[in-house]
């Protein structure tokens, strides 16, 4: 784990979220664990939602969906 330096400290408590790699110059944004875990825990959920959604799609334009369910039901 990466300790915060005393200006680090003092930028987030004055509520400087976003940090900058200065290689790459690719931007982050810092958030609190417990608060991470929870927009985890949605965009989990976000992601089973939309799977739903576009397996229900696909469902609805499948020719051949309901030859499979027949086939699931019967074992042959």
């Known amino acids: 784990m ?6 680090q400290h003092d930028a987030l408590q004055a509520g400087e ?5 200065t290689l790459t110059n690719e931007t982050y944004v810092l958030v609190r664990e417990d608060l991470y ?4 825990s949605l965009m989990a959920d976000d992601a ?3 799977m739903n959604e576009v397996m229900a799609e696909d469902d609805a334009t499948d020719p051949l969906l309901e030859s499979y369910q ?4 019967n074992g042959s």
């Open 70 to 73: 027949h086939f699931a039901r």
């Open 17 to 21: 979220i976003h940090l900058r790699h």
């Open 37 to 40: 875990r929870r927009l985890e």
């Open 48 to 50: 089973a939602a939309a």
């Open 2 to 7: 990466i300790e915060l330096t005393k200006q």
